[in-house]
Nanobody, 119 residues
Framework: QVHLVESGGGLVQPGGSLRLSCAAS????????MGWYRQAPGKQRDLVAF???????NYADSVKGRFTISRDDAKNMVYLRMNSLKPDDTAVYYC?????????????WGQGTQVTVST
């Protein structure tokens, strides 16, 4: 079992920056792939960025070059640095932990943190 708590959201002007944090409790954090997803009102939840247990990363095209995902396994933390924010980045951002154990997919979500990009 993994419990995830996001923080760092808020209101920011276009062009600004935020850093989201996700604190994980539970065992074997380093074995989980971690992701940040976002969901805007009336839209589906979409992947923003992903980092494997080995540190490989992947990004949605819409955030490439602006967002950076990182993890600190010693602290059980994953981060999302967001630069050059746009109004279209406004959404609730969710942290996700994923791992497959003996053909069983384990998947955990945080409660989400609101990011609003507006003047």
């Amino acid at each position: 079992q993994v419990h995830l708590v996001e923080s760092g959201g808020g209101l920011v002007q276009p062009g600004g920056s935020l850093r989201l944090s996700c604190a994980a409790s539970g065992s074997a954090f380093r074995l989980y792939a971690m992701g940040w997803y976002r969901q805007a009102p009336g839209k589906q939840r979409d992947l923003v960025a992903f980092i494997t247990s080995g540190g490989n990363t992947n990004y949605a095209d819409s955030v490439k070059g602006r967002f950076t995902i990182s993890r600190d396994d010693a602290k059980n933390m994953v981060y999302l640095r967001m630069n050059s924010l746009k109004p279209d980045d406004t959404a609730v951002y969710y942290c996700n932990a994923e791992r497959t154990v003996v053909a069983t997919k384990l998947n955990y979500w945080g409660q989400g943190t609101q990011v609003t990009v507006s003047t």
